[in-house]
């Protein structure tokens, strides 16, 4: 699937839905928000993806 639309809001959208034969895209964005978080690293862009899917998350319970 292609999306020319990189805002985040389109991007967790995405995510949250996405999955593949090693598990879900929300779970791989959370893996490496993580990874980046205990190496002292950060990645802005990705902090927004993480809260806009856990958002989603939440709204659809």
């Known amino acids: 699937m292609y999306e020319s639309d990189t805002s985040v809001t389109t991007v967790a959208r995405l995510a949250a839905k ?6 879900t895209n929300a779970e791989y964005i959370d893996n490496l928000f993580t990874a980046l978080q205990e ?8 902090a927004q993806v993480v809260q806009h899917l856990a958002e989603y998350s939440e709204s659809r319970m």
């Open 18 to 23: 996405a999955a593949g034969v090693f598990g």
């Open 39 to 46: 190496r002292n690293m950060a990645d802005e862009y990705l």
